[in-house]
């Protein structure tokens, strides 16, 4: 594997993770609004939904960045 293949492999992980910066916090933004504005227990189950998958995507977020951050290093050093 040539050094320009990993090279662009770590840039597609970084263009990945500067989707899933932006996409997370908005996500859960959306479930702690819904979870105000519904008190009614069908639709208050979306807001705990929301909630649940924002935590998990900020979650996998953070372990995504640290790998990312540790591949660029390592192609970095290389």
Same mark, same amino acid.
């Given at each position: 594997? !040539?050094? !320009? ?21 908005? #996500? ?12 009614? !227990? ?18 996998? =977020? ?5 790998? =990312? #951050? ?9």
């Amino acid at each position: 594997m !040539s050094k !320009s293949d990993t090279f662009d492999k770590v840039v597609k992980k970084f263009l990945i993770l500067l989707g899933l910066l932006i996409v997370s916090p908005i #996500i859960l933004s959306f479930g702690f609004k819904a979870l105000k504005i519904y008190a009614q !227990s069908p639709k208050v189950y979306i807001a705990y939904t929301f909630l649940t998958i924002g935590i998990f995507l900020i979650l996998f =977020t953070v372990y995504f960045g640290l790998k =990312t #951050i540790k591949a660029f290093l390592d192609n970095l050093f290389q």
